[in-house]
């Protein structure tokens, strides 16, 4: 197996000390098959013990180990040691406060996910002893939204949330619009005045960065643009006196 | 140990430089500058036309000069090719079509824009007189 020599140059932040971040150099031995985390890990173990950062399952699925990496907001663990130049660069998810080193605090996108209400609401009583059929049609309309892992790698790449962290950004959004357009659902109205609000839909601008950087290629972009016509479409039911949905 | 969250500034004004991907945000977004000169052109003209047939004929004539028409042609092809292009490549994503358990390939919606705008298109030609 071949080895590489990579010089990771890391932001530290130790909030005891430290007035802002600043970068540290680690020399580490890597293999080609190993991704960043890897490489973190062996810095942790080997070189300097008090480096802070999350990751947990190693294999793209509990969403914590989301960094910058050369800039691009990157699942540590998808990015792989052989598609990077000898010198990486890493920083915590870019848009967010930095708690120490590579960990940032993502109290905003929690609360906003819990606004959002992101489960099953039913105005109707559920089918006693049954389940509730849907069809696979129906569950395709909204699965690949199921694929996030609230990694946050949009968030970081959202111009729109770095310039005002008020807006609801890109991965509550796409969870909102998964249950909208779940067929099991009847709660969009709940939804609607969040979504509908001027920190809403309506403040993205349509960069379509969030897609892009997406690891579990979620369309964060699209569920909004579809739900600002939901919105527009409901706007004008209300003007002209219809029922809400 | 106390918590003293680091906050990292953003730029208000040169944010869009940070990556590829917002410059050509930014590239698409300032086509709005355009529209507004050309909306400015169009009340020129219509100012023209309603002042008289010596007003119109100046306008029109002015429209020909070199340098004018070479704004026309930078803001044919940035304002309406740069900008459709954009937007066409957008669309599926605001109005994806599922049919059954299938989606309707992106590709196939993106042709038919550029089909509509062909036949309205020649639709204007044609009552402007050009065809």
């Known amino acids: 197996m071949s080895m590489r020599q990579m010089e990771l140059e890391v932001m530290r932040y130790d909030p005891e000390q430290d007035e802002q971040p600043r970068f540290q150099k680690y020399s580490v031995p890597c293999v080609d098959d190993w991704a960043i985390l890897d490489a973190l890990n062996y810095v942790k173990e080997n070189i300097d013990t008090t480096l802070a950062y999350r990751w947990s399952c190693h294999m793209m699925v509990c969403g914590s180990c989301g960094m910058m990496v050369n800039g691009e907001p990157s699942l540590t663990c998808k990015t792989f040691i052989r598609d990077l130049p ?49 069809s696979r049609a129906a569950l395709y309309k909204f699965k690949q939204y199921t694929m996030c892992v609230n990694c946050m790698c949009c968030y970081a790449a959202c ?73 527009a479409k409901e706007w004008w039911k209300q003007k002209l006196g219809g029922a809400k949905s | 140990m106390s918590r003293q969250p680091y906050v990292r500034p953003v730029s208000k004004t040169t944010w869009y430089m940070r990556n590829g991907r917002y410059k050509r945000y930014m590239l698409r977004e300032v086509t709005c500058l355009l529209v507004g000169l050309y909306c400015f052109l169009a009340i020129w003209g219509l100012a023209a036309l309603a002042a008289g047939a010596e007003n119109w004929n100046a306008f029109l004539k002015a429209q020909q000069l070199p340098g004018m028409a070479g704004v026309h042609a930078v803001m044919l092809v940035y304002f309406l090719v740069y900008m459709t292009f954009d937007w066409f490549k957008l669309a599926p994503k605001a109005m994806p079509v599922q049919m059954g358990e299938k989606k309707l390939p992106d590709r196939y919606i993106v042709i038919a824009h550029y089909v509509a705008w062909a036949i309205v298109s020649l639709f204007v030609f044609w009552l402007a007189g050009v065809i």
């Open chain 1, 159 to 231: 111009p729109q949330y770095a310039l005002d962290s008020s807006f609801i950004g890109p991965a509550v959004l796409a969870l909102a619009h998964r249950y909208n357009i779940d067929s099991r659902d009847q709660g969009k109205s709940e939804r609607l005045n969040l979504l509908a609000d001027h920190d809403g839909v309506w403040e993205c601008s349509f960069v379509g960065a969030c897609s892009e950087v997406c690891p579990k290629s979620v369309d964060p972009a699209a569920a909004v643009q579809q739900m600002k016509i939901d919105g």
């Open chain 1, 86 to 134: 000898d010198h990486v660069r890493i920083e915590p998810l870019a848009n967010f406060p930095i708690e120490r080193d590579l960990v940032v605090v993502l109290d905003d996108v929690m609360e906003k996910l819990r606004m959002a209400k992101p489960f099953i609401i039913r105005k109707d009583p559920p089918p006693e002893d049954q389940e509730f059929i849907q």
